[in-house]
């Protein structure tokens, strides 16, 4: 078996002490760019590879050695207030998540509402940099304030929750919708339902990039086209308090006639109590946003705890590699959701007498 190359091999043909190559080959901030890449590229040359089973023990040693004052990562967000996305169930728990992990990895998470008066773009860089930070996790951006935050990129390590800013391209974590909204068209077939209704504001959908409807469509696919209801897309406003439109809806779903109906509770359920709707008994219902996974609904849990979770996870790896700027290959990590059965979704009478007559 070959010798495996170390570092003090690779000290002694470059000229640099050990801790020097160590450095270069995390990418240290310390070193001139210069010499890191010449000598990862010696390296390289020699067929140095990393220890795994050394790197595991050195994360095992720093995180069982008695605790330092927690490392600063910035929550970046912005909203038409400060905390004005807590009201919203994912971003509180996308949140959450993040804060959880960050105290588990010895890490402490500081908030920046970017739309804070005073607080210009250029002026946050200093702001990071005197607290500092050097891992930004780029979350919570609402729809109609989706600027990039003008930071100088190539100081920090970065990640970003969701899809906006959408013109930021960093390592992306997020829910996987079309996962999400194709277990639910399938739980609703496996429970002996044909005909299969989405209502979805507009912006919902454009917030992820159409990836509900795009998932939609793609499990119509599974029916005959009979079968296919058009998804009831409404333009109503974010901050909408009222819901789903009670005419515009009643009219899609007399001329439509779904026996199931998929959407998520804060949208409908104004309209629901208005029309004294009752559900599974003027047609089944599924949630694909419940508030938690004790629902009294049938629904899908999205786990946005754990989307901020690998938030933190994600960076962290970053920093202790010592990436730091704009990727040149931006990757999106997924997170799918977990069913929850629940009685707005009963086996469907239809099914129910083919199983008695079988």
Not at 46 to 61: F, H, T
Request: with cysteine; proline share 6%.
């Amino acid at each position: 078996m070959d010798k495996r190359i170390t570092l003090a091999d690779i000290a002694k043909k470059a000229g640099y002490h050990p801790t020097t190559i160590s450095m270069a080959l995390r990418n240290h901030p310390r070193l001139p760019a210069s010499t890191t890449e010449k000598i990862k590229a010696l390296a390289e040359e020699m067929g140095y590879r990393p220890d795994p089973a050394l790197g595991a023990l050195v994360a095992y040693r720093r995180n069982t050695s008695p605790k330092q004052q927690a490392a600063p990562l910035a929550y970046l967000t912005n909203w038409h207030n400060e905390f004005g996305w807590k009201n919203s169930t994912p971003h509180r728990n996308f949140y959450e998540g993040a804060l959880s992990r960050a105290k588990q990895l010895g890490y402490k998470i500081d908030h920046f509402w970017l739309g804070e008066p005073g607080l210009s773009h250029e002026r946050i860089n200093d702001i990071l940099q005197a607290r500092g930070i050097r891992g930004l996790i780029i979350a919570s951006h609402q729809i109609g304030v989706d600027r990039e935050p003008r930071i100088q990129w190539d100081q920090f390590s970065s990640v970003k929750i969701d899809f906006f800013p959408t013109s930021l391209h960093v390592h992306t974590i997020s829910n996987d919708q079309r996962a999400i909204i194709q277990l639910a068209f399938r739980k609703a077939l496996d429970a002996g339902y044909k005909r299969i209704g989405f209502v979805i504001p507009r912006w919902w959908d454009t917030y992820v990039n159409y990836a509900w409807s795009a998932g939609f469509l793609a499990s119509q696919l599974l029916v005959p086209e009979e079968d296919r209801i058009p998804i009831k897309i409404f333009d109503t406003e974010p901050d909408a308090e009222i819901g789903m439109p009670v005419t515009e809806f009643e009219t899609w779903r007399n001329e439509h006639k779904p026996d199931v109906i998929i959407s998520y509770n804060e949208f409908v359920q104004h309209a629901f109590k208005l029309l004294q709707i009752q559900t599974p008994e003027d047609f089944a219902y599924i949630d694909v946003c419940p508030e938690s996974k004790d629902n009294d609904h049938a629904g899908v849990y999205n786990n946005c705890e754990r989307v901020g979770e690998l938030s933190v996870e994600i960076l962290a790896g970053q920093l202790q590699r010592n990436q730091v700027g704009l990727p040149n290959y931006p990757t999106v990590t997924k997170v799918e959701g977990t069913w929850i059965d629940g009685p707005s979704l009963p086996t469907s009478k239809l099914e129910a007498t083919l199983s008695d007559t079988a």
